[in-house]
């Protein structure tokens, strides 16, 4: 009888989530100026896009909120053409993103990659930006919101997988089966409150410029607390890093523009 073949030693694996805490602002309202000279989204939009940036910045969106930018999100996409807003954002993503990466996040990012850890972004933004970014930084993997395209090439309006709360949680504990990785070896960096049960999931979690409720609960429960301060253009930082192609940037689609317009809805309600 053959002896079994051995089986792999799990991998540890670093999980960050994406706007306040490997960027320094919300990833969806970046695009509020570009969407407004393709057309999609008028003056008035972008004032409040620039509002909704200070609010986010200021405290956070609470689970409320959030759910009130997700059914948003949901009919506002409706019909758009996904091809149009991949060229918007495929003509930006580079310059928008790039200057708002935290040094102190790629440098977090780096010491994982040479620690042998899989790098993987979970982010509520559409997998169309996320994407791209996550090559931008050498992520390994990403986890983010899907939505559905018709065979028009539109969005219906349906969200396929919403990366948020608990959900996240989830697709992390997928993933880790997926790829054999040990969770308890494993860390997660996340600013708000809403995480909680994704930095649950692994046995070093850690609270990034985190909000008021966040930072709380890691207080009660003895998480490491981290501030990055300090946005740097990753092209000055490590310039041997090429700006990525215009096919794979093209990949930033309609959940980037979706969520910003949704942002706006919910902070011009709220005033």
């Known amino acids: 009888m053959s002896a079994s073949l051995p089986q792999p030693v799990p991998r540890a694996a670093a999980f960050f989530d994406l706007d306040k805490t490997v ?24 004032l409040r896009s620039a509002y909704a940036q200070f609010v986010y910045l200021a405290g956070g969106a609470d689970a409320d909120q959030m759910e009130r ?5 949901s009919s506002l996409c409706v019909g758009w053409d996904v ?4 060229e918007i954002i495929g003509e930006t993503l580079h310059d928008l993103i790039d200057p708002l990466i935290y040094d102190e996040a790629a440098e977090l990012l780096e010491q994982h990659r040479l620690a042998g850890r899989d790098v993987v972004l979970v982010s509520t933004s559409g997998s169309e930006i996320v994407e791209p ?5 050498g992520a390994d993997h990403v986890i983010a919101t899907r939505m559905a395209v018709g065979d028009d090439g539109r969005y219906t309006g349906e969200i396929g997988f919403y990366a948020y709360g608990e959900h996240k ?19 997660a960096y996340s600013d708000s409150e809403t995480d909680v049960p994704m930095l649950e999931t692994v046995g070093h979690p850690h609270a990034v410029n985190p909000d008021r409720a966040l930072r709380k609960e890691a207080g009660t429960r003895g998480w ?8 740097v253009s990753m092209r000055s930082r490590m310039p041997s890093i090429p700006k990525p192609s215009r096919s794979v940037v093209a990949a930033t689609a309609v959940a980037a523009g979706a ?12 005033a």
């Open 83 to 86: 091809a149009q807003v991949r």
């Open 259 to 270: 969520a910003a317009a949704a942002a706006v809805l919910w902070v011009s309600r709220r």
């Open 169 to 187: 949680a989830t697709a992390i504990r997928e993933f880790a089966e997926r790829h054999n990785i040990d969770l308890e070896r494993s860390y």
């Open 224 to 231: 490491p607390v981290l501030v990055f301060s300090k946005p």
């Open 23 to 46: 960027i320094a602002k919300s990833s969806a309202l970046a695009f509020s100026r570009p969407f407004y000279r393709g057309g999609l989204i008028n003056r008035r939009a972008v």
């Open 133 to 137: 970014i996550g090559e931008m930084l």
């Open 69 to 73: 930018m997700r059914k948003y999100l």
